[in-house]
C-alpha cells in the first residue's frame, strides 16, 4: 500500500524557515507529479508547489514564488519544501500529493494519494 508522510512542521516566528519533507512508502515516485498544497481554518485547501519528479520542473503559486523552494531527493524517495521568510499568512495545515497522471500543476483534483498532513504555524 502506498503512504506519503509528511514531516518537519511546526511553530516559527514570521521571518522564519521551516523545511517540510514528504517520504514515500510502497512505491517510487520518479514518474509522478509531486505538490505541496495548504489549508488554512475556514478556507478551501489551495496550491503552494509541485514538482515533475522525472525532469525537475517546479511550479509554485504566486504567494509563495521567491520564497518557498521544492525539490525532489532519488535517493530517499523524498520530496522536500524549504519555506523561507515565512510569514502569519502562511499558517495552514500543509499536505502532500503525488500524482498518478504525469501532472504536476495546481488542480487538485490530479492528485491521487494524499499525506495526512503537517500544521505549520507561524507567528507575528
Known amino acids: 500500500q502506498v503512504q506519503l508522510v509528511e514531516s518537519g512542521g511546526g511553530l516559527v516566528q514570521a521571518g522564519g524557515s521551516l523545511r517540510l519533507s514528504c517520504a514515500a512508502s510502497?512505491?517510487?515516485?520518479?514518474?509522478?507529479?509531486v505538490g505541496w498544497f495548504r489549508q488554512a481554518p475556514g478556507k478551501e485547501r489551495e496550491f503552494v508547489s509541485a514538482v515533475m519528479w522525472s525532469y525537475g520542473r517546479t511550479n509554485y503559486a504566486d504567494t509563495v514564488k521567491g520564497r518557498f523552494t521544492i525539490s525532489r531527493d532519488n535517493a530517499k524517495n523524498t520530496v522536500v519544501l524549504q519555506m523561507n521568510s515565512l510569514k502569519p499568512e502562511d499558517t495552514a495545515v500543509y499536505y502532500c500529493?503525488?500524482?498518478?497522471?504525469?501532472?504536476?500543476?495546481?488542480?487538485?483534483?490530479?492528485?491521487?494519494?494524499w499525506g495526512q498532513g503537517t500544521q505549520v504555524t507561524v507567528s507575528s
Open positions: 500529493a503525488a500524482s498518478l497522471r504525469n501532472y504536476s500543476g495546481g488542480r487538485i483534483d490530479r492528485y491521487d494519494l
Open positions: 510502497g512505491r517510487t515516485l520518479c514518474n509522478n507529479g
